[in-house]
């Protein structure tokens, strides 16, 4: 960069500051450089007569590009008979890396695409329409689908949930299930093991989830804990036989309510039923199941059909460790995560197809994956050994 130029942006700040006279700066620096970058692609200064020059200056084209400090209108060298564009101003681009990469964040991390557009107007001096904030976050899909397919290990207990988010598919706006999974490894630490986006909770769809895990590498799967989801156990079955299912105990003492016929029972009920489920052990459990189907025999009788079926799926935690045990009789570890999806995905409402649901639900998941990976365990090691 010859002197003329940089006394000439000195010149600029001095007289308008930093604030107002960042962007004439910049247009003399990137104006400059690509003079610079043109003459040593063609071997020759402008009017330079050598016999080593490769080809002839062109003029210029216009071209506005966006930054963080507002709009910089710049001049693109061009060339006769060579294929040259300057390596600092990215081609087909007109926005700058950073400001792109600031803006798919904010979307990222919960901010609607309308307030994007009047915070960047109101920094930036110009407004990015959504459309645009949604070409941004679609360059991070490579990064995502890299997480979502990297190699996994051996893990020994799984917590599963799927939950619903309104996408545009098939030409009208329907519920999808997205299906995530938690891993717990040998060292009690926890992972995020891949998420997708399904039509339904359909057998067919959890055991293809499944099957993608298992391909990936999953092993060494001893307990799966989830809420009793449609096709779920069936799934889990056929991909995992012989591994013990866990069905979440906070969801089984909901779902007891919705058979108590005499709205006075339902308190009663619902103490029993804990009662039942925090025993110290499972001999004490099934004693209290028999007391409480013995208790509501004649004054409920869909309630104790139901119970005798459904709740001693949620004694298989008994089999665990005793330190264990608290956090692995529900899926209550995943439903905490859930809620910090919601909160990002309320912002959307509804997806305008399956791809952009699954791109800002893997973002969520991939930051509490890096945050789980990075700090302490989950488990002590001594009560995984146990």
């Known amino acids: 960069m010859n002197n003329n130029v940089l006394d000439e942006v000195s010149q600029v700040l001095i007289n308008s500051g930093y604030e107002n006279g960042v962007i ?3 247009r003399l620096i990137l104006n400059n450089t690509m003079m610079i970058e043109r003459a040593e692609h ?3 200064t402008p009017y330079e007569r050598t016999q080593n020059r490769e080809g002839y200056a062109s003029g210029f084209k216009d071209k506005t590009i966006l930054t963080r400090n507002g709009k910089i209108p710049l001049k693109i060298p061009q060339t006769r008979n060579t294929d040259f564009y300057p390596s600092c101003i990215e081609k087909g681009n ?5 400001l792109k990469a600031a803006l798919a964040e904010m979307y990222i991390t919960g901010v609607s695409t309308g307030k994007v557009t009047k915070i960047t107007e109101e920094l930036c001096g110009f407004e990015i329409s959504s459309t645009q904030v949604s070409r941004l976050t679609q360059e991070l899909d490579p990064v995502f689908k890299q997480w979502r397919e990297r190699p996994l290990g051996s893990f020994s207990h799984l917590v599963v949930d799927a939950r619903y988010e309104k996408v545009r598919y098939g030409g009208v706006v329907q519920s999808l299930a997205v299906f995530w999974a938690i ?3 040998k060292d009690g630490r926890r992972e995020v093991l891949g998420v997708t986006v399904s039509l339904s909770e359909a057998e067919v ?3 293809t989830f499944f099957k993608s895990l298992v391909l990936r590498g999953l092993h060494g799967v ?3 804990v989830s809420d009793d989801h449609l096709g779920l156990k069936s799934a889990i079955k056929a991909i995992f036989p012989g591994v013990v299912w866990q069905r979440c105990q906070f969801h089984l003492s909901q779902n007891a309510a919705n058979h108590v016929s005499k709205k006075d029972n339902k308190k009663q009920v619902g103490f029993d039923i804990r009662n039942i489920l925090q025993a110290p052990n499972l001999n004490i459990a099934k004693q209290l199941l028999t007391i409480f189907v013995e208790k509501y025999t004649k004054t409920e009788p869909a309630l104790t059909a139901w119970a005798e079926e459904n709740i001693p799926e949620g004694f298989n935690v008994f089999y665990l460790p005793e330190e264990l045990r608290k956090k692995m009789r529900t899926s209550n570890m995943i439903e ?3 809620q910090e999806i919601k909160r990002r995905t309320r912002v959307v409402r509804i997806f305008p197809n399956e791809n952009s649901c699954l791109r800002l639900v893997s973002a969520v998941l991939m930051e509490i994956h890096e945050e789980w990976i ?3 365990p989950y488990f002590s090691l001594a009560s995984l050994e146990s």
């Not at 007109?94 to 950073?98: F, K, Q, T």
């Open 24 to 26: 004439e700066a910049m």
């Open 42 to 44: 063609l071997k020759a």
């Open 94 to 98: 007109r926005m700058e890396r950073s």
């Open 183 to 185: 891993g717990i490894t």
């Open 205 to 207: 769809h959890w055991r």
């Open 222 to 224: 001893e307990y799966i």
């Open 336 to 338: 905490r995560q859930n």
């Open 374 to 376: 990075s700090g302490p």
